[in-house]
Nanobody, 115 residues
Framework: QVQLVESGGGLVQPGGSLRLSCAASGRISIYDMVWYRQAPGKQRDLVAHLTSGGNIAYADSVKGRFTISRDNAKNTVYLQMNSLKPEDTAVYYC??????????WGQGTQVTVSS
């Protein structure tokens, strides 16, 4: 089992940047690593997906602004978020996915974009 801990959230002004980190308790190289977000009253949506093989996909709403990356040596995945908008406000969750029975979630980190 893998435990995930997100960090790096906070309050930022529109146009600002944040870098989220997701630290894993074990090896993550075999997992697809995915960032999701959930705004109040809305469903949890995929933000960025980095496969174990290195393929990357982003939600259309964050393309060109967010960058997902991983450091397998540190068992950590990152989400660099630039040009933040108020609509990016949400709780951001990290997911490590290998199979339906081997899918692990962090506790989430709050990102608030407001002036």
């Amino acid at each position: 089992q893998v435990q995930l801990v997100e960090s790096g959230g906070g309050l930022v002004q529109p146009g600002g940047s944040l870098r989220l980190s997701c630290a894993a308790s074990g090896r993550i190289s075999i997992y697809d690593m995915v960032w999701y977000r959930q705004a109040p009253g809305k469903q949890r949506d995929l933000v960025a997906h980095l496969t174990s093989g290195g393929n990357i996909a982003y939600a259309d709403s964050v393309k060109g602004r967010f960058t997902i990356s991983r450091d397998n040596a540190k068992n950590t995945v990152y989400l660099q978020m630039n040009s933040l908008k108020p609509e990016d406000t949400a709780v951001y969750y990290c997911n490590a996915y290998y199979s339906p029975s081997r899918s692990y979630w962090g506790q989430g980190t709050q990102v608030t974009v407001s002036s």
